[in-house]
């Protein structure tokens, strides 16, 4: 019997992931600056808080999201090698609106985030397939990969990834853990919240067209963003 609290479908996470992604890619990419975004609502003490540091703040808990979500996919999926193969789609998809979105040319040093989700992925892979010594070679190797692809949140997030696998069976050590690796982002840890209240169950989005809109939401929003942005100045 599940706790009474237990109310977040899969879906229900999908969905937060998203929106709060979305939130804070607008404030990020498109109202930074905008005399309504920037002025300061109200304050902490002496420091000002402002509409944009709000949907940033509440943007942090995107990554924490995405990363359990695809722990559960990896657990759950009836193909590792076509979950694999999406996620690597969709990274190579992303990187033209992504590099829009960050410079206004296809031109960009950083990769990503579902190339650090895609490396995560692979990391779990590797801790089901490997032991020993092949195991810890193809988990330094995957660090490395984050780091000499600069991807998005980088060796945080593919570390994050595998800590989350790691304490899946124990949630407020994971949560705790969690927050300390998160470091300086740490206003993420709120997603332990939304986490901790996953009841197991898929939800509501089901069937190719429900699955592909997750996947590609994330390069689609960047790209209307960035045209958003062309339109603005």
Known sequence: MKENWKILSGSALKLLAIFSMLVDHLAAFLWA?????????????SRPISAYLLMRMFGRIAFPLFAFLIVEGFIHTSSRKRYGIRLLAFAIISEIPWNLVHTGTLLYPGQNVFFTLFLGYLGLCSIESFTGSKLVWSLIGLLAASVLLRADYGCVGYGFILLLYALRNHEIVRAIIGCCVLGGRWIAGIAFIPIAMYNGERGFIKGKAGKYFFYLFYPLHLLVIYFLRQQLL
């Open 33 to 45: 600056g905008q005399p309504w975004c920037m002025a300061p609502l109200f304050n902490i003490g």
